[in-house]
C-alpha cells in the first residue's frame, strides 16, 4: 500500500460525457502527478501540482483539466470523452517539489469509454 | 530532460542475475537515476536511485560508471514475481518525471 488513494478504482462512461478522477496523496506529501496509461503504452505525463500551484505540465488535452485543493487532494476532470481516452490514470504525489524523490503511485482508475 | 535507451524486452530464469542496462548519453550534472517497477495493472513502485558509483537496497543493485552515460540495474537471483516492465528515468529536480516505454522482463520457471 503506497498511501496514495484513488477513486473510483473502475468508471465506465459514454463518449461525449464528463468525468472527475480524485486522488488523495499520501500524508504530508506536497506534490501530486497524474499520469495517463493506455493499453500496453507507456505512461504519458500529465501535469503535476505542488501544494496547490500547478508546476509542471505535459501532453495533457484541452478537455483535460486538473486542480488541487488546499488539503492537498487533486482532482483530473476528463470532458466530451472520446473512445481513445480510454486508460489507467494514475495519480503519484512526493513529499519533495521536483522530481528527484521517491514517486509513490496509487493503484489507478481504469476509465472505459464506450 | 535526458533521453534514455533501454532494451524492450528481456527474458530470464528463475534464479538467475538479471541485469538491465540503460544508456543515457546526454545525461547532464544535475541529474540522477532512478529506477522504476511496474506489474499490469497497478501503478509503477520506486525500486533505487542513484548518482555515481553503486548503490544497494534489498531489492537491487544499481552500477553507475565514472562517465554516468549508462547505468546498470541488477536484480539478484530473480522470481516469477520479478516478471514486470522495468523503467530507467534520468531525473534532474524538475517538476517532471517522464517514463520511456521500459523494459518488458518476463522471468520463466
Known amino acids: 500500500d503506497s498511501g496514495v488513494t484513488q477513486t473510483p478504482k473502475h468508471l465506465i462512461t459514454a463518449t461525449g460525457q464528463r468525468v472527475t478522477l480524485r486522488c488523495s496523496p499520501r500524508?504530508?506529501?506536497?506534490?501530486v502527478y497524474w499520469y495517463q496509461q493506455s493499453l500496453d503504452q507507456g505512461l504519458q505525463f500529465l501535469i503535476q501540482?505542488?501544494?496547490?500551484?500547478?508546476?509542471a505540465k505535459g501532453n495533457i488535452l484541452e478537455r483535460f483539466s486538473a486542480q488541487q485543493f488546499p488539503d492537498l487532494h487533486s482532482e483530473l476532470n476528463l470532458s466530451s470523452l472520446e473512445l481513445g481516452d480510454s486508460a489507467l490514470y494514475f495519480c503519484?504525489?512526493?513529499?519533495?517539489?521536483?522530481?528527484?524523490?521517491?514517486?509513490?503511485f496509487g493503484e489507478g482508475s481504469r476509465l472505459t469509454v464506450l | 530532460l535526458a533521453k534514455t535507451t533501454q532494451p524492450i524486452s528481456m527474458d530470464s530464469y528463475e534464479g538467475q542475475e538479471v541485469n538491465i542496462t540503460c544508456s543515457h548519453n546526454?545525461?547532464?550534472?544535475?541529474?540522477?537515476i532512478t529506477w522504476y517497477q511496474q506489474f499490469p495493472s497497478q501503478g509503477p513502485r520506486f525500486i533505487i536511485q542513484?548518482?555515481?558509483t553503486k548503490v544497494t537496497n534489498e531489492v537491487a543493485s544499481l552500477f553507475i560508471p565514472a562517465d554516468r552515460k549508462s547505468s546498470t540495474l541488477s536484480l539478484p537471483r530473480v522470481s516469477l514475481s520479478d516478471t514486470a516492465v522495468y523503467y530507467c528515468?534520468?531525473?534532474?529536480?524538475?517538476?517532471?518525471?517522464?517514463f520511456g516505454t521500459g523494459t518488458r522482463l518476463q522471468v520463466f520457471p
Open positions: 501540482y505542488y501544494n496547490g500551484e500547478e508546476r
Open positions: 542513484g548518482y555515481k
Open positions: 503519484a504525489s512526493s513529499v519533495v517539489r521536483g522530481s528527484t524523490g521517491e514517486l509513490f
Open positions: 528515468l534520468v531525473v534532474a529536480n524538475t517538476d517532471k518525471l517522464i
Open positions: 546526454n545525461i547532464a550534472t544535475n541529474d540522477y
Open positions: 500524508s504530508g506529501d506536497l506534490s
